[in-house]
């Protein structure tokens, strides 16, 4: 198994809903990431987690919480967002930290 | 910090080769990446080429890079329609945590 996989593949949600996108890789990749894709931009970091442990934080802002269940699994909890949240929302994992990045294929997340 | 451009609209015939350019600022990168992305899709790693290396070549693929020059290509040969995407090029640097910092990205048509 050599593929990241993401769910929903769509979201859609009001600015009081709270919802969580899911992603998983079977990789034995030990380090995990959260990107924010904005239309014709490239990818923004968010979060990354080496070893299960939140290692980077790009100052976002509270209402996005990310959640590293296992080696396998990272979650991102959304709460109160704002329409300019909507975007494209990539997970990556590589094998360490220092090793390339494989993504999954994204979750578009509009809100409402 | 560092700064990753590309121009951002390639246009080329099916068949012709497609040269993609990228030059970065930072020189410490240790990585350089070569990602295709279609659309509504994830981000796919194609290539990349170590800062110690000047070329790379993989199947269809050739990356270049001018480390004095902070220039990285890639070059696409026999370009087919599916090779219609947005390129990424990206810098990393090794030493505890690898942030990757992706460039504008080009996008590229293939003209049947």
């Known amino acids: 198994d050599t593929e990241v996989t993401q769910t929903p593949k769509h979201l859609v949600m009001g600015m009081t809903n709270k919802k969580s996108l899911k992603c998983e890789q079977h990789?034995?990749?030990?380090?995990m990431y959260w990107y924010k894709q904005k239309a014709k931009k490239p990818p923004e970091l968010m979060f990354v987690?080496?070893?299960?442990?939140?290692?980077i934080n790009e100052s976002v802002p509270s209402r996005f919480s990310p959640e590293c269940p296992n080696s396998s699994l990272l979650n991102l909890h959304l709460h109160a967002l704002q329409p300019e949240d909507s975007a494209l929302y990539l997970c990556?994992?590589?094998?360490?930290?220092?090793?390339?990045?494989?993504f999954g294929p994204g979750t578009r997340l509009t809100v409402t | 910090g560092e700064d990753v451009e590309q121009s951002l609209f390639l246009s080329v015939r099916e068949g012709d080769s497609s040269v993609i350019n990228c030059t970065y600022t930072d020189s410490s990168s240790t990585y350089l990446y070569w990602y295709k992305q279609e659309p509504g899709a994830g981000l796919q790693l194609l290539t990349y080429?170590?800062?110690?290396?000047d070329m790379k070549q993989d199947q269809r693929l050739t990356v270049l890079l001018n480390k004095k020059d902070k220039h990285l290509s890639l070059r696409i040969a026999d370009t087919q329609t599916g090779d219609s995407a947005i390129y990424f090029c990206a810098e990393g640097n090794s030493g505890g945590y690898q942030k990757v910092t992706f460039g504008t990205g080009t996008k590229l048509q293939v003209i049947p």
């Open positions: 080429i170590f800062s110690n290396m």
């Open positions: 990789m034995g990749h030990r380090a």
């Open positions: 987690y080496s070893y299960e442990k939140l290692s």
């Open positions: 990556a994992s590589s094998q360490d930290r220092e090793y390339e990045q494989y």
